[in-house]
Nanobody
């Protein structure tokens, strides 16, 4: 069993930055992929970024955030971060972290095994 707790959301002006954290507990993560998703009201949950311990620690991003968001991890703390820069109003959503066993990332939410409770990000224009 894996427990995930997100934090770091809040209200920020357009052009600003936030860093989200996802603290994981319950199991080690050497064979997992960690993903970040977001969901705005009335929209489907959307893939944002992922990190996998395979391939020496590869990262993957949705085109909508590439160059603005960065995913990183602190193995010692079992924590994954999402640094979000140059935020736009359309980035407003509830952000979730998720874990997928097996080590390969996916952009499909249903393929992730564990989810955090989500953290709200609101970007004012």
């Amino acid at each position: 069993q894996v427990q995930l707790v997100e934090s770091g959301g809040g209200l920020v002006q357009a052009g600003g930055s936030l860093r989200l954290s996802c603290a994981a507990s319950g199991r080690t993560f050497s064979s997992y992929a960690m993903g970040w998703f977001r969901q705005a009201p009335g929209k489907e949950r959307e893939f944002i970024a992922a990190f996998t311990w395979r391939n020496g620690g590869a990262t993957y991003y949705a085109d909508s955030v590439k160059g603005r968001f960065a995913i990183s991890r602190d193995n010692g703390k079992n924590t994954v971060y999402l640094q979000m820069n140059s935020l736009k109003a359309e980035d407003s959503a509830v952000y979730y972290c998720a874990v997928r066993s097996g080590g390969y990332y996916s952009t499909t939410p249903a393929e992730y095994d564990y989810w955090g409770q989500g953290t709200q990000v609101t970007v004012s224009s």
